[in-house]
């Protein structure tokens, strides 16, 4: 199949886009409008993801390395952002209580630490997996209405208007 690699340099999505086909690249920016991965699809990013603004609409996208969530990111549809590396990773949030918001979140790593660092809000589906996690100072904050799957511990959880189940 082909692939496309861009050396050095980040991947940038900056309009409504569609990819289609499995790829990997090393570091990629979300900078505007919907991201549509193709259903089935995985877009793996092995080094750094920002997310600034936009948002994901379908398909996963697969972090391996330290993953940026700025406040301009709106989350999206029914994509999924899985966290698999297999060493440290770091998921930082510059999110407010009103504004910016994660996809849907999978947190499933082989091996390594997940370190969450400042603010998160989420109005996805949040699934914890596998991990060691560390959250020294973090805030996440469930919005609305979303699914909580998998027996972890955050250090700072805000639940806003909504119905948030939570499953074991």
């Known amino acids: 199949g082909a692939s496309l690699t861009v050396a050095g340099r980040p991947l940038i999505f ?18 505007g409008g919907a991201l549509t991965i193709a259903g089935g699809t995985t877009l793996t990013v ?37 966290i698999n590396g297999a060493g440290a990773q770091t998921l930082t949030g510059f999110h407010s209580a009103a504004a910016g918001s994660m996809p849907n979140v999978n947190v499933a790593k082989p091996s390594g630490t997940l370190t969450i660092a400042g603010t998160l809000r989420t109005a996805r589906n949040w699934t914890y997996t596998s991990c060691a996690l560390s959250d020294a100072g973090s805030t996440v904050i469930f919005n609305g209405t979303l699914t909580l799957t998998g027996t972890h511990a955050l250090k700072r959880v805000e639940f806003h208007p909504g119905d948030v189940p939570v499953h074991a």
Do not use: P
């Open 46 to 82: 092995t080094g750094s993801l920002s997310l600034f603004s936009g948002s994901l609409i379908t398909g996963t996208l697969a972090a391996e390395g330290d993953i940026n969530a700025h406040i301009g990111f709106v989350g999206g549809g029914t994509a999924t952002l899985l």
């Open 14 to 31: 900056n309009a409504t886009q569609t990819l289609t086909g499995s790829h990997t690249h090393d570091w990629v920016e979300v900078r």
